[in-house]
């Protein structure tokens, strides 16, 4: 691994190394205040065209050209200088505080160095058996507050929040005979997310994050507070697959919870066919509130509901013929309905000339995809 991450990381100098030695490395974004422009007559239309979308593009003298590669240069032989020491001190097995402070300054340059994120928990683990509690706290909190400085310009790096996981699940009892520190450290950690969820209510990473931290809490939520807390975000943003999916996750465990008998889960399920209603109905060619749709048709569906369905469907499929999403699922409830024990013989053959002549339809709508179309119709 650590083999691999080295190479990663040598390859970025090396190409950010190639860039300073490319022969246009004259055309750079530059301050005009404080650089003088050279720019030909023939360049004047090409750089008015890029100001048009907010780029200002100009020629370096060859004299700020060279400063500039230089100056680059400096950093890129800084950073492999710091990224030798911190490797040789992992090789050495160095778990001291200057140690712990150099991976700081790596991991600021590159935070998805995910070596260098498992030789800092070996520091911290080599450090912990002689500290107290108090200061092992405080290296933890020291740690989150990292993670999280990175999180807001890296949010989808797997490494800071696998570290992140890691501090919470290493803070010891305490004080004394409580579990308080815990408790503050995953109430926090859950307020941290949904400042997170409210920057970018679609990250997959933090919906994930945030299943791993409610079921870590010291103590249980009711599952209920998820749910409403779903619906907020769904009400929100229709088009936000991760909070569909924790959704059908959080039905699921309650209906397990509770033992709900199928009456029940079917009552449920007909109040969700009235919030998905809303949502396919606003934008019909969101592919995840068709999946949540299909989630709560099932593979063994009422018949009454299903019937129900297909014919609110088919009122959506007449204002927009074209909608793939909209087409596919008409075409796939039809081939249930066929296969229901009530359905006649000569009914199940009309249902699934039915849906053929639908996937039909889907090879000219979606032409991408014609052929999984075709076999499906088949």
């Keep these: 691994m650590d083999r691999m991450d080295g190479w990663l990381s040598r390859y970025m100098v090396a190409s950010e190394l190639a860039t300073l030695r490319n022969d246009?490395?004259?055309?750079?974004l530059v301050d005009t205040?404080?650089?003088e422009q050279v720019v030909g007559d023939d360049e004047q239309d090409h750089n008015d065209n890029l100001e048009i979308h907010g780029i200002k593009r100009t020629r370096l003298t060859p004299q700020a050209a060279e400063a500039k590669r230089l100056k680059e240069q400096s950093k890129i032989e800084a950073y492999l200088a710091l990224e030798q020491d911190v490797l040789g001190r992992k090789h050495r097995k160095d778990y001291n505080i200057e140690s712990l402070d150099q991976t700081t300054r790596l991991l600021d340059l590159n935070p998805e160095f995910y070596t260098i994120w498992n030789y800092r928990r070996n520091i911290l683990l080599g450090l912990f058996p002689s500290l107290s509690p108090e200061e092992v706290v405080s290296h933890l909190t020291t740690d989150l507050r990292l993670t999280t400085s990175y999180l807001l310009v890296h949010p989808k790096v797997y490494w800071i929040w696998n570290h992140r996981k890691w501090c919470l699940e290493s803070v010891p009892d305490g004080p004394g005979d409580t579990v308080t520190w815990k408790e503050e450290f995953w109430k926090g950690e859950l307020k941290l997310v949904e400042k997170m969820l409210d920057a970018d209510s679609r990250n997959f990473h933090a919906w994930d994050y945030r299943?791993?931290?409610?079921?870590?809490l010291p103590t249980q939520r009711p599952l209920s507070d998820e749910l409403k807390y779903t619906q907020t975000k769904i009400e929100s943003n229709f088009s936000n697959f991760s909070a569909w999916h924790c959704r059908t996750k959080t039905l699921s465990a309650i209906w397990?919870?509770?033992?709900?008998?199928?009456?029940?889960?079917?009552k449920t399920k007909d109040e969700e066919f009235e919030l998905i209603t809303q949502a396919l109905w606003t934008d019909p060619n969101d592919q995840s509130g068709w999946l949540y749709h299909r989630w709560l048709i099932g593979s063994e569906p009422p018949l009454g509901v299903l019937q129900i369905e297909i014919k609110n469907i088919k009122d959506l499929y007449e204002a927009e013929p074209d909608s793939k999403w909209c087409i596919n699922a008409l075409a796939h409830y039809t081939l249930l309905l066929s296969k229901d024990p009530s359905t006649t013989q000569e009914d199940q053959l009309k249902?699934?000339?039915?849906a053929r002549s639908l996937y039909k339809k889907l090879e000219e709508v979606d032409i991408d995809r014609k052929e999984r179309y075709r076999d499906m119709g088949t």
Excluded: P
């Design 24 to 28: 246009r490395l004259d055309l750079h």
């Design 33 to 35: 205040s404080s650089t």
């Design 211 to 216: 299943r791993y931290v409610l079921s870590s």
């Design 256 to 266: 397990e919870k509770e033992g709900t008998n199928q009456q029940e889960i079917n």
């Design 351 to 354: 249902l699934k000339e039915e």
